[in-house]
């Protein structure tokens, strides 16, 4: 990495994507989980309401793939610790954040509790989101990821792109999600079901 402005532009982009990986997953779990009981069975017995939470709950997982893949996806997390590691200019970093930092990140993206997520993150990917046409024998349940288990990714991911951000570009970096509705969209399109 040459220069601040590549770097800006690096974390930047990782921020597009967790943002659109946290409103695909939080507009996900507001479909399968409303406040409440007679809206929750709407949903459930919906079919354009369940394909619909099953859409934004894989693309939550492809988006957040884009950032936990394997080699071959550009914008990993661990790929720019690497580079921020091994191959950027000393004067860039300049001191402001420390290499055992940054070890202690890629550390926590090897653990064997993140090293699970994923993996099944990638498998969900992998075997059913993407490439669904030649795994048939294997069962989706195999790969579960739990709630807690994503927004511990989603809230480790905020704190490394935004410690780097605020230590070495002096930017506070801004997850902003999308703004929940007091209206619920759920509550619009059982309103319009009933109505038509």
């Not at 967790?18 to 996900?28: A, G, P």
Request: glycine share 2%.
């Amino acid at each position: 990495m040459e220069s601040l402005d590549e770097l800006d532009l690096e974390l930047s982009k990782r921020v597009q994507i967790l943002v659109k990986s946290i409103n695909f997953y939080k507009s996900c779990m507001e479909l399968n989980h409303p406040q409440d009981l007679e809206l929750k069975s709407f949903a459930d017995n919906n079919s354009f309401i369940r394909m619909t939470r099953y859409s934004l709950w894989c693309m939550s997982v492809l988006e957040l793939n884009k950032l936990y893949g394997g080699s071959n996806d550009y914008y990993t997390i661990e790929k720019l610790l690497n580079i921020l590691l091994y191959n950027c200019k000393k004067e860039l970093l300049n001191d402001k954040i420390d290499k055992s930092t940054l070890k202690e990140w890629m550390s926590i993206i090897k653990s064997e509790k993140y090293n699970r997520i994923i993996k099944n993150l990638n498998s969900l990917r992998n075997k059913f989101y993407a490439h669904t046409d030649n795994n048939l024998d294997l069962s989706i349940n195999e790969f579960e990821i739990l709630d807690n288990e994503i927004i511990d990714i989603f809230t480790f991911t905020k704190e490394v792109i935004s410690e780097i951000r605020l230590k070495v570009l002096g930017i506070d970096t801004n997850f902003e999600t999308i703004k929940r509705d007091k209206y619920s969209a759920l509550n619009v399109l059982k309103t319009l079901y009933e109505n038509k």
